[in-house]
């Protein structure tokens, strides 16, 4: 966070008039800098905490939150999965959580998802404490077999992660898991393999290289251009992410200079909050952003790992399922 605040204060100096910014902890940790400042400030932390313009107008992404997507996900495995479930009517599906506590990424939509497993009727059990890092989680496995959970969020990235679904497979955990989506990519069922199937996750745009996505021809020319050494079979979801960003902050410029006002409060105003469902072309939600909520849609594609790869569930519009409950999410 300290190296952070070094580089804004450096990109201030070059006379930038927005900022490409990374994770949860460094963007949450300046978001009252850069609204003090009128810096535009698009990252790569979609954390449900960044979408209340009253508190944090300047800081923006091109993807539904992580608070609507944990929300989404879990709705759509107890709409397809325990609606189907044998003890459905019987007794309480089971959930808990697994992902390290002192991560603010991880533990961002950690309060949203058990609203929501509340308001579905689910018995919460304890958190487990995984790191970021952890290449061995049988210790946590264990203590959520205590439990019996029905099923386990996971809210770390895909190296760990991907450790825990291994681990839980070995020793017979016997739970669905749904994960944040920086926890499922396409390392994840190399590194997991049979562990990972059935997992669920929300996505936030097209994976790479995926068919019929109109602006994917580029991103894979570009690909190809300027990273030669990597092999294509190796490229993420996580490149879409990158441009999916870069390219609402584009447009987002371009408006703002054609209103002749290209500074902060001019790209926020004049180019954001004119968004009414803009579609990148790249798979994810349109975009709109208003001067009350910066949450891009409500509506969230939730994906599984069947046979290896990805295979859409459903798609959960947490705001048409909850109208009456959306507008109090905000900020969540």
């Not at 994770?23 to 449900?48: R, W």
């Not at 689910?122 to 959970?149: M, N, R, T, W």
């Not at 469902?277 to 939730?302: C, I, M, N, Q, W």
């Amino acid at each position: 966070m300290p190296e952070a605040l070094t580089k804004y204060k450096l990109f201030q100096r070059m006379k930038a008039v927005a900022v490409l910014g990374w994770g949860t902890g460094d963007t949450e940790a300046l978001a009252p800098t850069v609204t003090q400042d009128k810096m535009p400030y698009v990252s790569a932390s979609y954390s449900g905490h960044l979408t209340d313009p009253k508190k944090t107008p300047y800081n923006l992404f091109a993807a539904t939150d992580y608070s609507t997507n944990a929300r989404a996900t879990l709705t759509a495995w107890y709409d397809t999965r325990w609606k189907k479930h044998p003890d459905n009517g019987k007794r309480k599906p089971r959930f808990a959580c697994a992902y390290m506590f002192a991560s603010p990424y991880a533990s961002a939509p950690i309060k949203a998802i058990k609203d929501q497993a509340t308001l579905l009727g689910f018995e919460i059990g304890p958190d487990q404490d995984v790191s970021l890092f952890a290449v061995d989680a049988k210790s946590q496995v264990l203590a959520l077999k205590d439990f019996k959970p029905d099923v386990v969020w996971h809210g770390n990235t895909t190296m760990s992660v991907s450790a825990t679904l291994r681990d839980a497979y070995a020793l017979g955990l016997g739970a669905d898991h749904i994960i944040n989506l920086w926890g499922l990519d396409e390392n994840l069922p190399r590194l997991a393999e049979k562990a990972a199937e059935g997992a669920m996750a929300a996505t936030v745009c097209a994976f790479y290289n995926e068919a019929g996505v109109p602006l994917m021809p580029k991103v894979v020319e570009y690909a190809k251009k300027f990273n030669p050494g990597v092999p294509q079979e190796k490229r993420l979801i996580r490149t879409i992410q990158a441009w999916s960003n870069v390219l609402a902050l584009w447009e987002a410029m371009k408006r703002a200079d054609k209103a002749g006002a290209l500074n902060g409060e001019g790209i926020l105003k004049k180019g954001f909050e004119t968004m009414r469902e803009f579609d990148l072309g790249l798979g994810g939600a349109k975009l709109t952003y208003t001067d009350t909520d910066h949450r891009v849609s409500g509506a969230v594609p939730v994906y599984e790992i069947k046979d290896g790869k990805f295979r859409l569930v459903q798609v959960t519009d947490i705001k048409s399922r909850w109208p009456d409950k959306w507008a109090s999410w905000l900020g969540w």
